[in-house]
């Protein structure tokens, strides 16, 4: 098929998402028929409710984008010959509120190629820095007032100066990328859309610090991910970057078996060196005491994605977006109840309003509360979405950054049952070594599952406020230090939810099953039955009634129901 002149080359998002959602047939009938226009496969752009997305560059340097791209011959046609239909418009208001420079190169190269890489500015921050004295290098990070971007915020440059102050014969850097937030993909799509990024970052940490070996700690979920990082990693063999401070660097991928408690970084030390699993007391910290003993320093992937740009552009450069305490940009994993779940980078200091409504496309009128901090976040209503996001003033509100996983939460969504699921994910991801921790998390679940199921009394809701700071205090490691945030968080601002489910066994939003029975009504209902059909237990009688009895409120009645003639409502 011959193809329009003015086509330069295919871009095909060929990422996690892209592949999920059917990227790779894609890009299999577009090579077959684009003739001599050639077709690269990229990483993500973002925009992961549009995949499979495919952009067709143009001869003078422009794009076209098309978004939920199928395989058949005439959704290519249309592509292939520049055509409207299918096209996708990247919603204007995201250009106007995002500032994309970490994800800069995501969906725009050919995350394997390393000339690709160096064409676009890669390894320009590593040759700034080797011209520089190691001090320099460090002073340079602090400058940028850039804090860690794997959830504690501590900041990046003081961490870089602890190491660099150590003498060893061995000094190791650790690329924390065991990113087990549900709902965060910020990481995985940085690794695997620029891959050589994370490791220039971590080459001039090297330099910067005296390292002599480096460690990737991914988890195994993440194929994609470690293939492209063994990729580019030989490809750093080959072109000798890891030749640092006059010795060649050793740069080890560990698979991790997917534990949250190895977020923290000494539990994260313990598995890379074999061990289970859990964390330690400190001090000793480990840029004191590390791996194997050596004085070592752990930053998470996107810390690292910003250093190459740090050292490209200069810290002051960098410190100019943000606020004053809270420098750069930040990505957010979009995901819940909004119009554009996916990647979104955005300046330190934006609201949450900006990036929930504008960004993301929520519906004002349906949105209750977002989810900062993922499991270990704590929940914030929409009556406080003016907030700045940035360290500081989330953690005022009871919630922190995290890695930056954010989820929008509906008005039909109960704040009690969101509180449970998340509790339920914590509790069971406790390594079990603090009493606090191993005890005090699965108390509180328990008194979430009574609530819920409609056996709950006040005096558990005395209990939840009181055992979760002592939690909080009383945890050796971050997971039971903010594990009850989700619980404190929705009895501070959705307390009336909680009495509900206590006083009047009623869930306001009718999602606790324990509360709510189902109603069909007879006037909306055409006698299609699909409800009778779908109905894995036969609850539903062939006159079309429904026995409460036998129903377990999966719910597959509801979605079936083309006239939303099926409804739940309060049990009594």
């Known amino acids: 098929m011959s193809t329009n002149a003015a086509i330069k080359m295919f871009r095909v998002g060929m990422a996690s998402c892209g592949i999920a959602a059917g ?147 061995q000094k190791i850097l650790i ?33 910067a610090t005296g390292a002599t070996k480096l460690f990737i700690y991914c988890r195994a979920e993440y194929p994609m991910a470690i293939k492209h990082l063994n990729i580019a990693i030989k490809q750093i063999y080959d072109h000798k970057l890891n030749v640092v401070n006059g010795r060649e660097l050793e740069i080890i991928i560990k698979e ?44 998470n992937v996107e810390t690292y994605g910003n250093i190459p740009l740090i050292l490209r552009d200069g810290g002051a450069e960098f ?34 309003r900006e990036i929930v409504f504008e960004i993301g496309g929520a519906d004002p009128e349906k949105v209750k509360a977002v989810q900062t901090g993922g499991p270990s976040g704590g929940c914030i209503p929409v009556e406080l979405f003016d907030t700045p996001v940035d360290y ?19 008005k039909d969504r109960c704040m009690v049952e969101t509180a449970r699921y998340f509790l339920n994910f914590t509790h069971r991801e406790s390594c079990g070594k603090c009493t606090f921790c191993r005890v005090g998390t699965t108390r509180m679940f328990e008194t979430l599952e009574r609530i819920v199921a409609g056996n709950g009394t006040m005096e558990d809701l005395d209990f939840l406020a009181d055992i979760g700071p002592k939690i909080k205090a009383g945890s050796l490691c971050g997971l039971g230090q903010t594990a009850p945030n989700p619980v ?5 601002y959705y307390r009336h939810e909680y009495e509900a489910h206590v006083k009047d066994h009623y869930c306001e939003a009718m999602q606790c099953n324990s509360m709510v029975k189902l109603s069909l009504d007879q006037s909306k209902c055409v006698k299609c039955r699909l409800c009778i059909k779908t109905c894995p237990v036969g ?4 006159d079309f009634v429904i026995d409460n009895t036998k129903c377990t409120r999966c719910n597959s009645c509801l979605s079936s129901c083309p006239k939303k003639a099926i409804t739940r409502v309060k049990k009594g």
């Open 319 to 352: 410190a100019k977006v943000g606020t004053e305490g809270s420098k750069g940009t930040k990505i957010f994993a979009l995901a819940g109840d909004l119009k554009f779940p996916g990647l979104v980078e955005v300046p330190m200091g934006i609201t949450l």
């Open 256 to 299: 991790g078996a997917g534990a949250f408690v190895c977020g923290e970084e000494t539990a994260l030390i313990a598995s890379l060196e074999g061990q289970r699993g859990t964390p330690r007391f400190r001090p000793p910290f480990p840029t004191d005491k590390g791996w194997m003993g050596y004085p070592s320093m752990i930053n």
């Open 488 to 492: 404190l968080a929705t009895l501070r």
């Open 23 to 169: 990227a790779e047939p894609v890009m299999q009938k577009l090579v077959e028929q684009a003739g001599s226009v050639p077709v690269e496969p990229t990483g993500c752009l973002g925009h992961c409710y549009a995949e499979p997305l495919v952009e067709a560059v143009l001869n003078d340097g422009s794009s076209v984008f098309y978004g939920n791209v199928k395989e058949d011959d005439a959704s290519i046609a249309n592509i292939l010959a520049l055509g409207e239909k299918g096209r996708f418009v990247i919603p204007a208001v995201r250009k106007a509120k995002e500032l994309v420079k970490v994800l800069a190169l995501a969906g725009r190269i050919n995350p394997t190629r390393f000339e690709d890489y160096v064409a676009n500015g890669g390894y320009a921050g590593l040759k700034r820095a080797l011209a520089m004295a190691p001090d320099a290098v460090v002073n340079e990070v602090k400058l940028s007032g850039l804090r860690g971007r794997g959830g504690g915020g501590f900041p990046t440059g003081n961490k870089w100066s602890f190491l660099a102050a150590k003498k060893a014969d």
């Open 539 to 542: 609850a539903i009688s062939d």
């Open 392 to 410: 500081d003033s989330l953690r005022s509100l009871g919630a922190i950054m995290g890695s930056g996983g954010l989820i929008v939460i509906g």
């Open 175 to 207: 690329c924390n990328a065991d990113e087990g937030d549900p709902g965060a993909f910020m990481d995985r799509s940085l690794m695997e859309s620029a891959p050589h990024q994370v490791l220039e970052g971590m080459l001039i940490g090297a330099y």
